[in-house]
């Protein structure tokens, strides 16, 4: 997708009054936030999905649900504590649009889902199309920071060789400031993401949006202190659904975000 139809996408689903970035894109608003759910970070993106549910607001949710094996699979989720059980980043790839089509097909007309940046973009092409077939569709787009995800099978083998850790027994794992952390009965082990390189997706080689720039609100960790979520409010609609929730406000060091947008786009153009 080049840069003329990621723009056309964000006139046609952002707020074209919000600032517009060099690094982070279209924005309302930059903070960090906790909310008192546990979560990956924050808690934000679960306490997003539970109060849209809970205040019937969406009538189903799209998340990554963690499988055997430290995999994941998409799940159409109507259920607040299916949502709970659903959080948490996953690292590895899950098709989550597949499940779009399905649930319109269910008669599900408000629609949130979570994805990566690449999904998110696919998300709104469908979007594009379904909005001419079934204009009642609303479809909340919550997008996570992403960096590159890896091969499900080479990720637990190679995590395997470098820590010495079966990967489906660990409860927790966070990529953060160029290392890869996994938590295991409470205790944490971690090797240099470089370390994982050979794990990593085709295709994310050549995808330069770290911060899910079409979606309605961008969640990550980069830029915000740990324990809280950096989130990037991008239009009315990701604005109104963050204002449902109750969380403590942080400080984010955009130039820490900016950084690492900066380092990607030099990695990808690398690559061409």
């Known amino acids: 997708m080049t840069e003329t139809d990621i723009e056309g996408l964000e006139r046609k689903f952002l707020d074209s009054e919000g600032m517009r970035d060099e690094h ?15 979560g990956q970070d924050g808690g934000v993106v679960t306490s ?8 019937g607001l969406f009538d189903c949710v799209i998340v990554a649900e963690r499988i055997e094996g430290y995999n994941a699979a998409p799940k159409i989720a109507e259920e607040i504590e299916e949502i709970k059980k659903a959080k948490g980043t996953k690292y590895v790839q899950c098709p989550m649009v597949s499940k779009i089509g399905e649930a319109v097909k269910s008669g599900k007309r408000r629609i949130a889902i979570v994805g990566t940046p690449c999904e998110i973009r696919a998300v709104r092409k469908i979007q594009s199309v379904l909005l001419k077939e079934v204009p009642q569709v609303e479809i909340t787009a919550i997008g996570l920071f992403c960096f590159e995800s890896f091969y499900h099978d080479k990720f637990v083998s190679k995590t395997k060789e470098l820590l010495r850790i079966d990967l489906s027994s660990a409860s927790k794992i966070q990529i953060a400031k160029g290392e890869c952390m996994v938590t295991v009965n409470g205790k944490r082990y971690k090797t240099k993401i ?4 050979e794990m990593v997706r085709g295709s994310c080689h050549y995808c330069d949006d770290v911060t899910a720039r079409l979606a309605d609100i961008s969640v990550g960790s980069v830029g915000s202190a740990e324990g809280y979520s950096t989130v990037i409010v991008r239009s009315e609609r990701g604005e109104q659904f963050l204002d449902l929730i109750e969380f403590a406000i ?18 990808v153009k690398d690559r061409k």
Request: glycine share 12%; net charge positive.
């Open 194 to 197: 470089v370390n994982l390189e």
């Open 24 to 38: 982070l894109g279209i924005y309302k608003k930059l903070i960090a936030g906790k909310t008192q759910i546990e």
């Open 250 to 267: 942080g400080e984010v060091n955009k130039d820490e975000i900016s950084k690492i947008v900066r380092f990607k786009k030099a990695k």
């Open 48 to 55: 997003i999905l539970v109060a849209g549910v809970g205040k």
